[in-house]
């Protein structure tokens, strides 16, 4: 049973791991410029908090985003619920610790150690949902625009590699929330 809970310890922290990853890196929509020659070919990134320019002598360019009032609604909502995932990410890591069998907290009190270790597995499902949901509306709003006809074709975007990673870690923070669940709901009721 520990090592069952040691398990979805580890696969929730990759989780949360990764989400602070898709936070940090500006890898959420890619898009491809290339000129009249290959010379002209540009990459353009675009994060939460900044987008890059790499240019085809492989010099790179980062720049913060200017306003916050100036960005679209979707990555603003995106910017709140992955901080917000992390926060709960951190939350439920407290928890965790708090309610671990190979802790020494709370360790007459088998009822209440059992009970924070379920809320710390609703907490990192919760986590979970947080990050995937901004990653899937990003997705949307990408694949959209991608089909759109009203977009010029040098400046289609397509979904980035924070995508995919948001996709993984938001699933790891779920899953190893309810496998904490399932450790800890026979000895909580």
Not at 11 to 17: C, D, E, K, P, R
Not at 99 to 117: L, W
Not at 138 to 156: C, D, K, M, Q, W
Request: net charge positive; aromatic share 10%.
């Amino acid at each position: 049973m520990v090592s069952r809970q040691i398990l979805a310890l580890v696969l929730a922290l990759i989780g949360f791991m990764g989400t602070i990853l898709i936070c940090a890196l500006p890898m959420w929509k890619v898009t491809a410029f290339i000129g009249a020659n290959i010379v002209t070919a540009q990459v353009f990134w675009e994060g939460l908090w900044m987008n890059c320019v790499l240019q085809s002598t492989r010099h790179m360019q980062c720049k913060a985003y200017d306003s916050l009032l100036a960005l679209p609604q979707d990555l603003q909502a995106s910017r709140a619920l992955v901080c917000v995932s992390i926060a709960v990410g951190v939350a439920a890591i407290c928890l965790s610790v708090l309610g671990a069998r190979c802790t020494n907290f709370y360790r007459d009190e088998r009822t209440t150690k059992a009970q924070i270790g379920l809320s710390a597995g609703i907490v990192f499902m919760a986590a979970g949902v947080l990050c995937i949901v901004p990653v899937s509306w990003s997705a949307h709003v990408t694949i959209t625009g991608f089909y759109n006809p009203l977009a010029t074709e040098g400046r289609r975007g397509e979904l980035g590699a924070a995508i995919y990673v948001g996709w993984v870690s938001g699933f790891l923070l779920f899953l190893g929330g309810g496998m904490l669940c399932s450790t800890y709901s026979q000895r909580c009721c």
